[in-house]
């Protein structure tokens, strides 16, 4: 389960094409709405953009980070984050220097992480 947040709805729409079968995704386009999405369900990642209608997405980071096991965080961003924010989260993407499905492999990249170390040896 991914949470996308994104105020781009084309943007959205595409994301949510190319990762069907192996995610299911759910957009929301506002800090507003993730919030309240946030609430009432759990994702296993969040594909976060910082510049959003309402505010930046980086106000939602202390609020996923809380909970027994936080989702991973992809930013997906127009600019460059400073590094104190990209240590906070998995993985950075600068849409600038990175196509759509560059995204798609890095959330399967992250999504394998995680799960290799979720993974309790036998």
Do not use: C, W
Not at 9 to 18: A, G, I, N, Y
Not at 19 to 27: D, K, M, N, Q, T
Not at 33 to 61: K, N, P
């Amino acid at each position: 389960r991914v949470l996308h947040v994104e105020d781009d709805q084309s943007l959205t729409e595409l994301v949510q094409t190319l990762l069907e079968g192996p995610a299911h995704v759910v957009a929301e386009h506002s800090i507003a709405a993730a919030r309240a999405r946030l609430e009432q369900e759990t994702f296993d990642m969040v594909i976060l953009d910082v510049a959003l209608g309402d505010g930046s997405g980086l106000d939602l980071l202390p609020s996923l980070q809380q909970g027994a096991i936080p989702p991973a965080v992809v930013l997906y961003t127009s600019t460059e984050p400073t590094q104190e924010v990209a240590a906070k989260v998995d993985q950075v993407i600068v849409k600038s220097r990175h196509s759509v499905s560059d995204l798609l492999t890095s959330v399967r990249g992250v999504s394998d992480a995680r799960s290799r170390r979720n993974v309790t040896p036998a």
